[in-house]
C-alpha cells in the first residue's frame, strides 16, 4: 500500500509563483518513479513532469520552461515548482508513483500505479 499526500496548492494571479509538495509513504519503494499529473475541467488527465529514482527528468510539453520537478528519493517526495502561471494551468494537480523505463522501440514511459487525492491549483486575477 502507499500513500501520496500533495499539498501546497491554492490561487494565484497570472504570471505568478506557486509551489507544490508531494510526500509518499507505505511499500512505495515498489516503484522506481514519481511525477505529477494535473486534470482541467472536461479534459483528460495530463502528466506534467515524472523524475525516476535515477533522476532523469521528463516534462510535458505544455509546462516545459515554466515548471521544474525535484525530487528527493531517500524523503520519497516529489516538489513541483510553477512559475510564470497561466489561466490554463487551473487543474486538479495530483501527485502519483509509478514505473519508469525504456520500451523496445527506445521510447521512454511512465506508467503511474498509484495516486494522491490531488491539490486545486486555480490561476486567475
Known amino acids: 500500500q502507499v500513500q501520496l499526500v500533495e499539498s501546497g496548492g491554492g490561487l494565484v494571479q497570472p504570471g505568478g509563483s506557486l509551489r507544490l509538495a508531494c510526500v509518499g509513504s507505505?511499500?512505495?519503494?515498489?516503484?522506481?518513479?514519481m511525477a505529477w499529473y494535473r486534470q482541467a475541467p472536461g479534459k483528460q488527465r495530463e502528466i506534467v513532469v515524472y523524475?525516476?529514482?535515477?533522476?532523469?527528468?521528463v516534462y510535458g510539453d505544455s509546462v516545459l520552461g515554466r515548471f521544474t520537478g525535484s525530487a528527493d528519493n531517500a524523503k520519497h517526495t516529489i516538489d513541483l515548482q510553477m512559475n510564470k502561471v497561466k489561466p490554463e494551468d487551473t487543474a486538479v494537480y495530483y501527485c502519483s508513483a509509478g514505473d519508469a523505463g525504456k520500451g523496445n522501440s527506445g521510447t521512454y514511459y511512465y506508467r503511474p500505479s498509484y495516486w494522491g487525492l490531488g491539490t486545486q491549483v486555480t490561476v486567475s486575477s
Open positions: 507505505g511499500s512505495i519503494f515498489r516503484t522506481n518513479a
Open positions: 523524475i525516476t529514482n535515477e533522476g532523469m527528468t
